[in-house]
T-cell receptor, first 114, second 109 residues
Framework: DGGITQSPKYLFRKEGQNVTLSCEQN?????MYWYRQDPGQGLRLIYY???????QKGDIAEGYSVSREKKESFPLTVTSAQKNPTAFYLC?????????????FGEGSRLTVL | AQRVTQPEKLLSVFKGAPVELKCNYS??????LFWYVQYSRQRLQLLLR??SRESIKGFTADLNKGETSFHLKKPFAQEEDSAMYYC???????????FGKGTLLTVNP
């Protein structure tokens, strides 16, 4: 079953703790993305990676970190420096090259900071 | 910088009425424009892209470079069209995909 898998679906965290969200894809896509979805804010880009061992900051990278050690995996760490971490996080991937603009999304992870 | 503006947060129409979801963009180069849709309890998915110039589920969208717009249109709305719609822009080779804030479309019976 091909696609993107995010885990966990729901996560609770105490203030001051770091938490890592998992994103795995078996679509053989080079590019992967992390977005944050808040009501009334749409999707805002946190980080993206065009290829293994490379990634770029998106529009709201502060308080987040990522790694891209494997093509299939793009984990996102929400650090204690992120001021408003409670949100719905979406991971996506896409192929590269002409005519491959479609993003494929995971089901999302909802993080709640208590 | 690339930016996408969807001026309407909410749009409500009756079944059978025409619907137009507005999208304006800002980008200095040649953009790729997309419409994504999120139905209730489903994943966000691609609806259509300007390059293919296709009609999906009766929806069409034309890129107007003069007005920097990519409005989504359907002549006769159906109840199953009720969803959140996002306009998105890709700035060519930089792989960065920017989304608008979305428009929640409700089609009433």
């Amino acid at each position: 079953d091909g696609g993107i898998t995010q885990s966990p679906k729901y996560l609770f965290r105490k203030e001051g703790q770091n938490v890592t969200l998992s994103c795995e894809q078996n679509l053989n896509h080079d590019a992967m993305y992390w977005y944050r979805q808040d009501p009334g804010q749409g999707l805002r880009l946190i980080y993206y990676s065009q290829i293994v061992n490379d990634f770029q900051k998106g529009d709201i990278a502060e308080g987040y970190s990522v790694s891209r050690e494997k093509k299939e995996s793009f984990p996102l760490t929400v650090t204690s420096a992120q001021k408003n971490p409670t949100a719905f996080y979406l991971c996506a991937s896409k192929g590269t090259g002409a005519g491959t603009g479609e993003l494929f999304f995971g089901e999302g992870s909802r993080l709640t900071v208590l | 910088a690339q930016r996408v503006t969807q001026p309407e947060k909410l749009l409500s129409v009756f079944k059978g009425a025409p619907v137009e979801l507005k999208c304006n963009y800002s980008y200095s180069g040649s953009p790729e424009l997309f419409w994504y849709v999120q139905y209730s309890r489903q994943r966000l998915q691609l609806l259509l892209r300007h390059i293919s110039r296709e009609s999906i589920k009766g929806f069409t969208a034309d890129l107007n470079k003069g007005e920097t717009s990519f409005h989504l249109k359907k002549p006769f709305a159906q109840e199953e069209d009720s969803a959140m719609y996002y306009c998105a822009l890709s700035g060519g080779s930089n792989y960065k995909l920017t989304f608008g804030k979305g428009t929640l479309l409700t089609v009433n019976p």
